[in-house]
């Protein structure tokens, strides 16, 4: 059944794109100091409590690991919904959606749990074939901001292990590229005495466990012509909800395409959450024009018009994707079961005052 969503959002002609998408990297050269940016998120009022990750896995604490993780309870009780921007760090669309519900967001029913930088290390240094600009500054209210772009995959310096020469996922056969041991995505549910990358993401799972989160999302980027760019990815048991969010997105000019979780591909947010823990689980993707082009082969010239895939209309589309992700929720839940919300902003807000308004 369709439903019409309440948001009110500017149409965009979207496009589709087909292309393969190898997503390969590459060596690390560590130079900045370790350690994700925590001073670069400023709470908002809906911010009830602010937590280090390691709470959840005391063998995080101290290390390169170790990430900022923001609570925002409704004074009603209702829903737990968790969101994780920053799995890969050079995927800034989910960044800044992130820090925005820190920043923005008030709650009204139910709890927010929001990890902006979900791994801490992959913030904390730039691969040198990764494209596009190294931060990203916005002129806000209190000055100018920077975010920091950082990349796919855990420090190398940090993961306690060199990579081995492939990486097997301890729950299946699959057989990956050794640096892939670092990706946060490639490490779910993970070991609680593995190593960095594996005790992230074991931390993210224990936390979506324990705090009884009901949805929880990872917010990705992909290539523009990446077959997963343009896709709400979802473990099987939640794919009718995912369904229905992207005919309510349609229905406000955002042409997102959706897809279940392949069973067998092991160690990925959206199966590994949905698999562990009770809460329904979303993977976002946008198109990055900096992101995996080359990996493509494409002609980098013709991607890397930011122009065409403008950073708040990335951010837009997230936010817009969680929110009707949530409402497709809301809509089978009894009233007081349902998750309530005010302040994130719609991507005709930030199309029509860009994303510093709306940073603290
Ligand atoms: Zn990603």
């Known amino acids: 059944m369709r439903r019409r969503t309440t948001l009110a959002v500017a149409a965009l002609p979207l496009l589709h794109w087909t292309a393969g998408h190898a997503g390969g990297v590459l060596s690390p050269e560590p130079k900045s100091p370790p350690g994700a940016p925590q001073s670069e998120i400023k709470p908002g009022n809906g911010v009830t409590a602010q937590r280090r990750l390691s709470q959840w896995l005391p063998a995080l604490a101290g290390t ?10 409704g004074k009603v009780p209702g829903p737990t919904v968790f969101v994780a921007g920053g799995t890969h760090n050079m995927e800034m669309a989910g960044v800044i959606a992130a820090t925005l519900l820190v920043e923005r967001a008030v709650v009204q029913r139910g709890r927010l749990i929001v990890v902006p930088r979900a791994n801490a290390s992959g913030a904390s240094w730039r691969d040198p074939k990764d494209l596009g600009p190294g931060e990203y500054t916005f002129d806000t209210a209190s000055g100018k901001r920077t975010f920091a772009v950082g990349t796919r995959l855990t420090r190398s310096t940090h993961q306690g292990a060199p990579d081995p020469s492939s990486y097997i996922h301890p729950s299946s056969q699959e057989k990956l590229p050794g640096y892939e041991m670092r990706n946060l995505n490639r490490a779910h549910p993970g070991k609680a005495d593995g190593n960095l990358t594996q005790k992230t993401a074991y ?24 077959r997963l760019a343009w896709l709400i990815i979802a473990n099987p048991k ?27 591909f092991r160690g990925l947010s959206h199966l590994e959450w949905g698999e562990a823990t009770k809460a329904a689980a979303y993977l976002i993707e946008t198109p990055n024009p900096y992101q995996a082009s080359s990996y493509d082969g494409d002609p980098l010239e013709e991607l890397r018009k930011e122009g065409d895939y403008p950073l708040w209309m990335r951010v837009g589309v997230q936010l817009e994707a969680v929110m009707a992700v949530l409402n497709v929720h809301n809509s089978s839940a009894a009233p007081t079961a349902r998750f309530e919300a005010v302040g994130v902003p719609s991507l005709a807000d930030l199309k029509a005052r860009g994303i510093g308004a709306f940073l603290n």
């Open 64 to 73: 390169p690991g170790d990430t900022a993780v923001f609570v925002l309870e």
């Open 203 to 226: 931390a993210l799972t224990r936390l979506i466990a324990v705090e009884g989160a009901h949805v929880a999302f990872d917010l990705h980027e992909a290539g523009p012509r990446s």
């Open 238 to 264: 939640n794919v009718e909800q995912a369904a229905n969010a992207a005919l309510d997105l349609g229905d406000i000019g955002i042409d997102m395409r959706i897809e279940a979780s392949s069973p067998t």
